[in-house]
């Protein structure tokens, strides 16, 4: 008959090494509860600055230049439109011969 979990015996297969300062410890997961502590906190921190890392990144949408390449320029009142706009805002008609 097998044992799905293994049954705690004390020895040295039992004896775990914590992943923190490296030191064997006994308890269920293998890890020092005081450095568990340690390593959550410092996982926060970790998490923290990443954040903060990602936030500076991102750039502000109006730092993005203008599409001039899609503009054309009325020569009426010289204010740029889009091209396929026909007909300017001083109602100059761009496709009028
Ligand atoms: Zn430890
Ligand atoms: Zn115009």
Same mark, same amino acid.
């Given at each position: 008959? *097998?044992? +799905?979990?293994? %049954?705690?015996?004390?020895?040295?297969?039992? %004896?775990?090494?914590?992943?923190?300062?490296? +030191?064997? !410890?006994?308890?269920?997961?293998?890890?020092?509860?005081?450095?568990?502590?340690?390593?959550?906190?410092?996982? *926060? #921190?970790?998490?923290? /600055?990443?954040?903060? /890392? %990602?936030?500076?990144?991102? &750039?502000?949408?109006?730092? *993005?230049? =203008?599409? %001039? *390449?899609?503009? +054309? +320029?009325? =020569? #009426?009142?010289?204010?740029? !439109?889009?091209?396929?706009?026909?007909?300017?805002?001083?109602?100059?008609?761009?496709? &009028?011969?």
């Amino acid at each position: 008959m *097998r044992h +799905k979990k293994p %049954t705690p015996i004390l020895g040295e297969h039992n %004896t775990k090494t914590c992943p923190v300062c490296g +030191k064997p !410890s006994y308890s269920a997961d293998g890890i020092h509860p005081q450095c568990a502590v340690q390593q959550a906190d410092a996982l *926060r #921190k970790q998490q923290l /600055k990443a954040k903060e /890392k %990602t936030e500076a990144n991102k &750039k502000p949408l109006a730092q *993005r230049l =203008p599409q %001039t *390449r899609n503009q +054309k +320029k009325c =020569p #009426k009142c010289g204010v740029g !439109s889009h091209v396929r706009k026909k007909i300017c805002d001083c109602g100059y008609d761009f496709f &009028k011969p």
